[in-house]
């Protein structure tokens, strides 16, 4: 079971590496700014989220409040994920 989990991890990492890599080439060589907040999004869900709950965990009273506060984390970047794809999404009917 481990060499699955080790194994998605990994192919998160390189598609979520993909995406925000090409994201970034769009906007930079095109203008594309739905390529720039989709790539924002992917950074905010992965390791935005990622940092925000081990410093949520670290500087917790207890560990029950350091998975409290960890949820939240998870819930405002799941939040945030959401609101940059429909940015997105809206941004390029506009366009």
């Known amino acids: 079971m481990h ?5 998605l991890t990994t192919a998160g990492t390189i598609a979520g590496s ?8 769009a906007y930079a060589l095109g203008g594309h700014l739905p390529g720039l907040v989709l790539a924002v999004a ?18 917790a009273p207890s560990p ?10 998870d819930r405002v970047t799941s939040l945030a994920f959401l609101l940059l794809l429909g940015l997105a999404i809206e941004i390029g009917r506009r366009g």
Do not use: C, K, N
């Open 64 to 73: 029950e409040e350091g998975e409290v506060r960890a949820t939240v984390v």
């Open 42 to 59: 992917i950074l905010v869900v992965g390791p935005g989220e990622d940092l925000g709950q081990a410093y949520a965990r670290r500087t």
């Open 3 to 7: 060499r699955w989990v080790r194994s």
């Open 18 to 25: 993909a995406v925000v890599a090409f994201g970034l080439l």
